[in-house]
């Protein structure tokens, strides 16, 4: 499988980010070579495993309901780069 | 010759779970509070935080799968549904995917046929963001609903009319109250309904392209949307045209179904695992203790009120067609104890209002405040006809009931002397109905009362009254 | 007594004697601080005079009183920059959290502090930890005490470079896939990765979350001990932090290792390992065989693949972790973008640094549509055969013991527009983090007399206990390297 400028004008439209030309150019190439060295995984066996779990018997631990207090308006907004009746400003959202 | 279509509908609900705290931090799990004040690091997104799976959410969620006859998965996974959005502070939504706490499962129709599920998941509640008064280049995003724990219940889609829909909702709220999973509030959006629609000729069996209609958020929107969307793409069928696989969101005061912003290339979402949270894995002991912990049914209770408050049959069923009618019956009771006076009320005006008004959902009075009113009318201080004049004046400003009495004058009237004034003028006024009724006519004591009552505003002692109109009609037998 | 030396055991006995106060301890590390920070950038940030000197005094008069009985108490400890701390900046080493403070303590910091220990500053590190040589760190890099024009390896390359430099006592870093090894190999100190989950995360930024630890770098392996008993056990608001009791690191320390068989990777001697460094490995094991039962060769097949396995899974985990940097709550953000999609996409483009955002993109394409089965499911199942591996060996042997890194410290800007070959340095280390060993890093020697080498030491999971006695029995063997004859002078005694 190879990796072009396509792809990542894809994956940097997922992952929201403003790449410049040449970032686009040199990172192509970039994540092109490291796909191609991890190519090797695709050659391992794996059709053994079907359960990719490390520690099956574990359960997640649960929180009592029990409210443990919140923080003040001015703590929550007070490091946004814009906020305004303690509310948090963003461009407009559409749709 | 034309084609007909048929409707193929899936619903996916999302119940807000009646908690006290959010389903992965300490933050109260509580509506109308002041914006971003009931969030902390972990709700906020902050970094380094971790999340804690609240025991009360997984508990809510079982119980509903136990009521809607689900399978109840040993072992289910947390996943992380990737995107990004103002009210959605990490970026990605903790909810399950490939294995949900529970699956199957059926919601009744009630009228013996039942609809299918394909599963109920646990996940987190976003914010929400608003667009200010007068537009404006910016949104404001208030988080305190963010973490909020959900369930989502997903349908098969087979669901064929928006009829069946509405009544899948119906039967569907009814349970989450019931087993005080979810309050059920759809003004609030403790429950929330998006509707999957698709049209297939009639006797074919592949799926159409489908749209999501959103925002469907009361139980008539959610029947005149998937109405209008199903005539929305009959038409475009009709007419030659294709559907565009869209999301489209219900416009209510307009009725119409809007096409939300189209994106330019399908959601990729990206789910994986969530490795902050080991699988969730249920003990055969922890399922045994939520079952044992069941609320009680609507049919149990039903019989109960039949037995504990000697109500009949047709009235029990009534009281108890809803949780919160039925817990609002017996908050009543707890301070007015004459359940069949109690009960008459709310069989009578009450429900009489709350269908005039339209909504799905209690009247804004207290349960407490109608005890005192029916306490008022009890004790004589109160006509039966001016009472229910200070219980739509209750419903309409939210005042007690004592000083609403007050305030409109509607105090009894059981002075003899000015009652007494009242009957001789009606008699004076109505020959003709006093010449029938010693002719014999008994059926028209009625309407003399009835006028009796009206030139008292309602506020004559219908104890008092009835006698004294009778006697003065039999005086003029002379 | 050298403070630039000495051991948080010596010191502690000091500081009860009287001989010492922790006032000197601040004192010494401001003193050092200010004259070496020119030259290794260790520290995004180092408290105020003040506060320290406050607080030491406070922790002065506990003693004096009787109120003292952790040997952390009144030692300043160096935390690495992802870690969040009330009262300091918290950036992660990146543009992106410019100036941000974290509304909360990592459990580390409240642990630390319950043991009377003192926060001196923040250490510098690759942004987000995404790195081996802290190159990467929006704010410069940190040179290497050895050599200023090399590297002192990464991700904690800045609390490695504190307490190699004798700047710091000892420090707190992060290790997701040799992070706290590889630089204290680089740097001649002792870098011990905790079993993952029995350090809580908590507070700790997260780059890959089912890989990271929080972990110390120590001056000897007696030290990371006692920070590690400070800081592991079971934290109830990490979900992933182990419900196990440990037991006392430090207790069974000088314990015998005469029953303790140690396992090789045959793997290990593979492509790619500087000769310099073999030769000191093999010598190093050389001179733990008289003690220890036996040294038997063992088979990690999977080592060479635990590299695609890892940044397969560890870049995918980031790259939603990253995710909640979007510029609406805190942190940087683009104030000239007009739409919410350019606000997300400028914020973020501009804010993270080139590896990050490589990181980033790996691990989407890595979860995206259409491949989400041929990379991540299958680094995922990878890396289960890897932990099954692991699970074999120590049916056969104890500890497994194998080199830290493939080469000793590279010049700086050698390797960072060379991924692959940055990702290598991580070959011997990963491992350990796809199954959830523990795993330490003691010095072994100095290549050509000049850089510091490092040999690793892994035990089966939980097994802290056992793999400290062996790595304090073999560090016992080869010695510790102390601070860099370069930088010694003027350094030194307090008193």
């Known amino acids: 499988m190879t990796f072009d400028r396509s792809n990542l004008e894809h994956v940097a439209r997922l992952a929201m980010l403003d790449l410049s030309d040449d970032e686009l150019d040199s990172l192509a190439k970039d994540l092109d070579h490291v796909l191609s060295h991890f190519e090797a995984i695709q050659k391992i066996d794996v059709s053994d495993i079907d359960d990719t779990d490390l520690a099956k018997t574990i359960t997640t631990p649960l929180r009592a309901d029990t409210p443990a207090g919140s923080l003040s308006n001015e703590e929550a907004t007070k490091q946004s780069a814009r906020a305004e009746g303690g509310l948090f400003v963003v461009p407009k959202v559409i749709g | ?478 | ?495």
């Open chain 3, 1 to 495: 007594m050298d403070l630039t030396r000495a051991t948080i055991t010596e010191i502690a006995a000091a500081l009860d004697a009287g001989s010492l106060a922790s006032t000197d301890l601040v004192e010494h590390t401001l003193r050092e601080t200010g004259r070496l920070e020119p030259e290794v950038h260790a520290f995004l940030h180092v408290r105020d005079r003040e506060s320290l000197l406050r607080e030491a005094k406070e922790s002065d008069a506990a003693r004096r009183s009787g109120g003292v009985t952790s040997p952390l108490a009144g030692i300043p400890v160096a935390i690495k920059d992802n870690i969040c701390t009330i009262g300091t900046p918290t950036t992660a080493g990146s543009r992106i959290l410019e100036g941000f403070q974290s509304a909360y303590d990592a459990t580390v910091i409240e642990k630390l502090k319950a043991a009377g220990a003192l926060i001196l500053g923040k250490c510098n590190l690759d942004e987000f930890a995404m790195g081996s040589s802290t190159e990467n760190s929006a704010y410069g890099p940190t040179t290497n005490p050895w050599d200023p024009a090399r590297v002192p390896g990464g991700s904690s390359g800045g609390s490695a470079a504190a307490v190699a430099a004798g700047m710091a006592f000892t420090a707190l870093g992060s290790d997701t896939g040799g992070s706290i090894r590889q630089p204290a190999a680089l740097t001649g100190v002792v870098g011990l990765k905790p079993t993952y989950g029995t350090v809580s995360r908590r507070g700790l930024i997260a780059f890959g979350s089912s890989l990271d630890q929080i972990g110390p770098l120590a001056r000897c392996v007696a030290d990371a001990a006692l920070v590690f008993d400070a800081i592991a056990g079971n934290d109830p608001r990490d979900a992933t932090s182990a419900d196990i009791a440990t037991g006392s690191a430090c207790d069974t320390l000088h314990d015998s290792i005469d029953t303790i068989r140690v396992g090789v990777p045959r793997q290990s001697w593979g492509e790619g390992l500087d000769a310099g460094v073999e030769a000191s490995v093999r010598s190093a094991l050389d001179q733990l065989g008289p003690a220890v039962a036996e040294i038997t060769a063992i088979d990690l097949p999977l080592l060479e693949a635990s590299i695609p396995a890892y940044y397969l899974v560890a870049t995918a985990e980031a790259s939603a972790n990253l995710s909640r940097f979007d510029g609406v709550r805190y942190g940087l953000r683009d104030k000239q973008a007009g739409t919410l999609d350019e606000m997300y996409k400028r914020t973020r483009g501009h804010g993270f640094g080139t590896e990050v955002k490589r990181r980033i993109l790996l691990g989407t394409h890595a979860l995206s549509s259409g491949y989400y089965d041929a990379y991540y499911l299958r680094a995922m199942k990878v890396r289960r055969k890897i932990a099954d591996d692991f699970a074999r060996a120590f049916e056969t042997c104890d500890v497994i013991a194998l080199p830290a890194t493939p080469t000793p410290a590279f010049p700086i800007g050698e390797q960072i527009d060379d991924p692959i070959t940055m990702y290598r340095n991580d070959l011997y280390t990963i491992a350990a983090n796809l199954a959830g060993l523990p795993a330490i890093s003691i010095p072994c020697g100095l290549h050509d007399d000049t850089l510091p080498l490092g040999v690793q030491l892994m035990a089966p999971r939980f097994e802290e206990s056992r793999l400290l006695r062996v790595a304090s029995h073999w560090e016992a063997k080869l010695g510790t390297l102390g601070r860099p004859p370069r930088i010694s002078a003027n350094g030194g005694d307090a008193r």
């Open chain 2, 1 to 478: 010759m034309t084609t007909h279509y048929e409707a193929v509908i899936g619903l996916e609900v999302h119940a807000q779970l009646m908690t006290r705290t959010k389903i992965f931090c300490g933050c109260e799990n509580r509506f109308g509070a002041p914006p971003n004040t009931l969030v902390c690091p972990v709700c906020l997104g902050m970094p380094g935080v971790l999340p804690v799976l609240n025991e009360r959410a997984v508990e809510l969620a079982i119980r509903a799968g136990n009521a809607l006859g689900c399978d109840i998965r040993s072992r289910s996974v947390f996943a992380r549904k990737n995107y990004f959005y103002p009210d959605l502070p990490k970026g990605y939504q903790i909810s399950q995917f490939d294995q949900p706490v529970c699956e199957g499962g059926h919601v009744p129709l009630g009228d013996g046929r039942s609809i299918e599920l394909t599963r109920i998941h646990l996940e987190e509640d976003a914010g929400k963001s608003f667009h200010p008064e007068g537009g404006g280049e910016h949104s404001l995003v208030d988080l305190n609903r963010c973490g909020v724990p959900l369930i989502e219940i997903v349908s098969e889609p087979v669901i064929r009319s928006a009829e069946d829909a509405y009544s899948y909702l119906v039967n569907l709220k009814r349970i989450l109250e019931y087993t005080e999973v979810c309050d059920g509030n759809m003004e609030q959006g403790s429950l929330r309904c998006d509707a999957n629609v698709s049209l297939r000729p009639v006797g074919t069996t592949t799926l159409g392209t489908k749209t999501e209609l959103k925002n469907l958020n009361s139980f008539r929107a959610t029947r005149l949307g998937i109405e209008a969307e199903i005539a929305r793409q009959e038409k475009i069928l009709t007419g030659g045209g294709t559907i565009r696989q869209e999301t489209m969101q219900w416009d209510a005061d307009r009725g119409v179904p809007v096409p939300m912003r189209s994106k330019e290339e399908a959601h990729d979402y990206r789910y994986f695992p969530e490795p902050d949270l080991p699988p969730l894995l249920l003990s055969q002991e922890k399922l045994r203790a939520v079952r044992d912990a069941m609320p009680e049914l609507p049919d149990a209770k039903r019989e109960r009120f039949q037995t504990e408050y000697g109500l009949r049959e047709y009235d029990a069923g009534v009281l108890t067609d809803s949780a919160q009618l039925a817990r609002f019956f017996e908050t009543v009771v707890k301070h007015f104890p004459h359940a069949d006076r109690a009960a008459n009320f709310l069989m009578g005006p009450y429900l009489r209002l709350q269908k005039e008004q339209e909504g799905d959902d209690l009247l804004p009075v207290e349960p407490e405040a109608l005890a005192q009113l029916l306490a008022l009318e009890k004790g004589g201080a109160v006509s039966p006809a001016a009472g229910r004049q200070v219980f739509e004046a209750m419903v309409r400003t939210g005042k007690a009931p004592a000083d609403l009495v007050k305030e409109l004058g509607l105090e009894q009237i059981s002075d003899d002397g000015a009652l007494q004034t009242v009957v001789d003028e009606v008699l004076a006024a109505n020959p003709e109905q006093v010449a029938e009724f010693l002719g014999g006519k008994e059926k028209v004591l009625g309407f003399l009362m009835g006028q009796v009552m009206k030139a008292t505003r309602g506020k004559g002692n219908p104890g008092v009254l009835t006698p004294m109109l009778r006697a003065s009609l039999e005086a003029k037998r002379g």
